[in-house]
């Protein structure tokens, strides 16, 4: 019974093992240059702040919440991909309606210009 899981535990050891290789030579090898900028906070798009009420541009969130319904969209299209000849004509039909009003969401994001950045 134990013998089935040989093959995982090889998988595991080995995939540990090279990325603890992969860490350690990129460590060792990579060059050390540290500067202001590359210190800085750049995760959330602007300069951080000590004061918490401070208004601050919301265009990196705008965009932000885009990105993530456009790869929500992409999630959705894989597995329907793999089943649409099981699925046949109405699965095709109800994807094309899903598409069609993400597009109609995109245009009107588009026209409000909520994607220009300035």
């Not at 860490?23 to 050390?32: D, Q």
Request: glycine share 8%; proline share 4%.
């Amino acid at each position: 019974m134990l013998e089935q899981y040989i093959p995982v535990l090889i998988f595991l050891g080995v995939s540990t093992a090279i990325g603890i290789v992969s860490l350690t030579l990129g460590h060792f090898i990579s060059p050390t240059k540290p500067n202001t900028e590359k210190n800085s906070p750049y995760e959330c798009g602007f300069e951080a702040f000590e004061d918490a009420r401070m208004k601050f541009d919301v265009r990196y969130y705008l965009v932000a919440i885009l990105f993530i319904i456009f790869d929500l969209e992409i999630a959705f299209l894989f597995p329907w991909a793999t089943v649409l000849d099981e699925l046949g004509m109405f699965g095709f039909i109800a994807m094309i309606i899903f598409l069609g009003i993400l597009v109609i969401g995109f245009i009107y994001e588009w026209k409000k210009g909520a994607l220009e950045w300035e």
